[in-house]
């Protein structure tokens, strides 16, 4: 049986109080547990910790670790992590994303529109953690059970990476290419 829905997404914070002010004061989401220990109990590391969860209206979480002397985290490769890595949020509604972005700007932070088609989003960062977050609306109610046209893009998607490989060509070109052409219909969809 596969799972049945997201329990917690757990990121490490450097300042509990800060992300509990921006999670609970911002995004409305009650801190709803926190777990303190000196050892984590899956690997035994000696550790010392504040695992802090906030609640989404149906119940599964966003999970916060503090630990004292963590270093920065390095710095990221390249920039399209920045842009790929994110945690999307449902809300009902292309207006309730419409009056989040309204709260968001007036609250000081910095937030980008985009309609993917069948879904409805803005974009913007944690200010203390700065991890990219997503508001989002399904606006076409089949918008994830598109399982046969899924794996004709992944079949094509391999199949070309695969050639290029294969041929000596420029991989990021190629599937530059593809993608161009799935986006604009000249591929199967």
């Known amino acids: 049986m596969a799972p049945q829905r997201l329990h917690h997404l757990a990121y490490v914070t450097r300042d509990t109080e800060a992300t509990a002010d921006f999670y609970t004061g911002v995004l409305g989401l009650p801190l709803v547990n926190a777990v303190v220990d000196d050892r ?7 550790l010392p910790y504040m695992h802090s969860f906030f609640r989404l209206g149906t119940g ?5 670790f503090e630990s004292p002397g963590l270093p920065p985290p390095a710095p990221q490769t390249h920039a399209g992590y920045r842009t790929f890595e994110h945690l999307a949020v449902e809300v ?7 009056a989040w972005r309204a709260w968001l700007v007036a609250s000081g932070l910095e937030v980008i529109n985009a309609d993917h088609g069948g879904i409805y989003s803005i974009y913007f960062r944690d200010p203390v953690n700065d991890i990219r977050l997503e508001i989002t609306a399904s606006i076409a109610a089949d918008w994830n059970a598109k399982e046969a046209s899924a794996r004709i893009a992944l079949d094509e998607w391999t199949k070309t990476k695969h050639e290029a490989r294969a041929a000596g060509k420029d ?12 986006r604009t219909g000249g591929k199967h969809r």
Do not use: M, N, Q, Y
């Open 40 to 46: 984590v109990p899956s690997t035994k590391e000696a």
């Open 60 to 64: 599964e979480t966003i999970a916060f």
């Open 92 to 98: 009902p509604s292309r207006e309730d994303v419409d």
């Open 171 to 182: 991989v990021t070109a190629a599937l530059g290419e593809f993608a161009r052409g799935w």
